[in-house]
Nanobody, 115 residues
């Protein structure tokens, strides 16, 4: 069973930064694209960013220029550097990977941005 464990969330003031990490296990990490998603209260889960095995990246329009996704295959970890955080970025952030017919999700990490 693939395991994904997120960390790095917390409370930050508007304009601040956080770096999220997602450690993967029981998967050949370098083979797979990884994604960061978020879900705010009362809203649907949305894609924030993803990174392919070849390190190509894709971002939601509302985080472009502020967030950066990266990966370290040596430690099976994907990161999300979040700068210039705004209250609307408040959400639970999840990492995910799709292997074959199934997607795997971490437990999520809470990010709260105060105004």
């Amino acid at each position: 069973q693939v395991q994904l464990v997120e960390s790095g969330g917390g409370l930050v003031q508007a304009g601040g930064s956080l770096r999220l990490s997602c450690a993967a296990s029981r998967i050949t990490f370098s083979f797979y694209a990884m994604g960061w998603y978020r879900q705010a209260p009362g809203k649907q889960r949305e894609l924030v960013a993803n990174i392919t095995s070849g390190r190509s990246t894709n971002y939601a329009d509302n985080v472009k220029g502020r967030f950066t996704i990266s990966r370290d295959n040596g430690v099976n970890t994907v990161y999300l550097q979040m700068n210039s955080l705004q209250p609307e970025d408040t959400a639970v952030y999840y990492c995910a990977v799709t292997r074959g017919p199934r997607s795997y999700w971490g437990q999520g990490t809470q990010v709260t941005v105060s105004s």
